[in-house]
Each structure stands twice: as C-alpha cells, then as structure tokens.
C-alpha cells in the first residue's frame, strides 16, 4: 500500500514538472513602488531596462511626475508581449518586430509552424528588436507595413478633392503595431503636435525624423533613443484617415523623400529552407 502512494507521488511530482516546463514563461513581471527621487532613467538603471520598455508597460504612469508610492511593472528580461488576436501568426508577430522567427520561437518555447491560441501571449526580448532589419544604410524601416501614400502631390485623403504636397510617406500597418527609431538621435518632440496627432521627432545632426499619428508615445524629450529602439505604437490620431505610420524626413532643414534613405533591399527571412519578403513598398 505504502509503495503503491510511493508511486502515485512520483506520478504527481512527475507531472508537476511535465506542466511547469510546458506552462514556463520566458520572463517575469517585478513589482516597483515609486519612492522620493525616482525618475525613468534611475529606475531604467537600476533594473537594466530600457525607458521606452517601461513606458510601454506603465502606459497610465505620467513619466515626468511619478507619484510616490504608485506601482510600476518591470519586465525581466526588458522586452514587450504580444497578445494573439485571430489570424495572427508566427511570422506576423517576427516581420512587427523585424526579428529572426527561429529565435523568438526558441524564447517562447513553441514551435514555428504551431498554432498560436488568441489571447496566447508571446514575449519579445528588446534584444531581439530589428535584428535582421536591413543594414545596407545609416536608417531602417521604422515599422512593418506597405506604403499606403508616397511622397509628393496627391489628392487630399480627407476631402477627396484638390490636390496637396504630401511630404513625407504612409505606412500602412495595424493598430498598436510598434514603431522603431529608424535612425539614432535625441528626441526634440514627444508630444501631441496638430495634424501630427501623437507625433516623436528625433533628430541626428543634419537629420531629423518626424513620426506621426501614434497611439502611443514611448519616449521622452531629450531622450537620447538608438536605431532599432522601440519609440511608439501605431495609430491614427491628429489628420488621419486609418491607422498608419507618417514617416518625415528633414535634411539641414529641407524635407526629402524618406525612399530615398530607407534600406531599398526587401529583408528576407530564411526558415527552415523557406523565405519570406520584409520591408520596403508593395
């Protein structure tokens, strides 16, 4: 009788461990209460975590007056979940985030080709941000998506009438998609901004990118951000039509077309002896 419960707890203890390695999470969430002296860039030192990450996670935290004692949730390692919505896929979430699929799929413990649940969360490292995004120039595609409006004249999307300069490109892409600092620099604005809506501009000697219509902005002026870093979410605030990325660039104060300097090579992702096309214009 004894062996058999002996046998039983084996059984048990066996399976606790079969369903702890199945249910493993590739990260955790650490709890911080906000004390006298706290700013972002303290806190972004003291757990090795970037500030766009903790706005990401702590959307309703005003980052320039941190109340004493409010809750801040820091992922360990730094990083962003994706939650499934339907039809979501492996490589959906990979091409966002313009990362390797075999390594996000490694992190999270699945398979490439499994189905994924709606709802199932998936977690991306920051490490893992645009590292296969194309490096054939000094700037990157800040989002994933196909342009929907080039630079120069067009129709006025708005009242469907008369002609307008449009200078800068759309990019098409889904709701709270992310958006990446295309290149390098200190962030000038990170505010409301007109028919900008929610709009980052980031600026590089000679340089400056504006990005416009956000849902979400993730950085702070005077922040220093690199190229690859998360800066925002997709949206459609200020002059908008639909959710989209408007991509601006200024060269010694001059506006040029951003195709111009955007990586021209599409981004290939190669998977187990598949590939498939990234980036750049439908």
Not at 83 to 92: E, F, M, N, S, Y
Not at 95 to 110: M, R
Not at 112 to 130: A, R, T
Not at 225 to 250: A, C, D, M, N
Request: overall charge positive; some cysteine; charged content about 15%.
């Amino acid at each position: 009788m004894i062996h058999i419960r002996r046998s039983g707890l084996i059984v048990f203890l066996l399976a606790s461990v079969m369903l702890t390695v199945v249910y493993a999470v590739p990260y955790k969430i650490s709890v911080y209460k906000i004390k006298s002296g706290d700013n972002y860039y303290k806190i972004s030192k003291k757990f090795n975590v970037s500030i766009p990450i903790l706005m990401d996670w702590n959307t309703k935290v005003n980052p320039w007056l941190l109340p004493l004692g409010a809750k801040l949730y820091i992922p360990q390692p730094s990083g962003v979940l994706h939650i499934v919505k339907r039809g979501d896929t492996l490589w959906d979430i990979a091409h966002a985030y313009f990362t390797d699929i075999d390594a996000l799929a490694e992190v999270n413990g699945i398979k490439v080709d499994g189905i994924l649940h709606i709802g199932q969360k998936i977690f991306i490292p920051e490490s893992l941000f645009c590292s296969v995004a194309n490096q054939d120039g000094h700037f990157i595609w800040p989002t994933y998506g196909y342009i929907t409006s080039g630079f120069g004249w067009r129709i006025n999307p708005i009242t469907h009438k008369g002609m307008e300069f449009h200078r800068g490109i759309d990019i098409g892409a889904p709701m709270g998609m992310p958006i990446f600092a295309s290149r390098s620099g200190i962030v000038q604005l990170a505010r409301s901004n007109g028919a900008y809506g929610l709009c980052v501009m980031i600026k590089n000697g000679k340089y400056l990118n504006a990005y416009g219509h956000l849902s979400r902005i993730n950085v702070v002026r005077g922040e220093y951000v690199k190229r690859g870093q998360l800066i925002g979410r997709i949206g459609s605030t200020g002059r908008s039509t639909g959710p989209h990325l408007y991509f601006e660039l200024w060269v010694y104060g001059k506006r040029y077309n951003p195709l111009h300097y955007l990586p021209r090579t599409r981004i290939m992702y190669v998977s187990h002896g598949r590939e498939k096309p990234v980036g750049g214009a439908k």
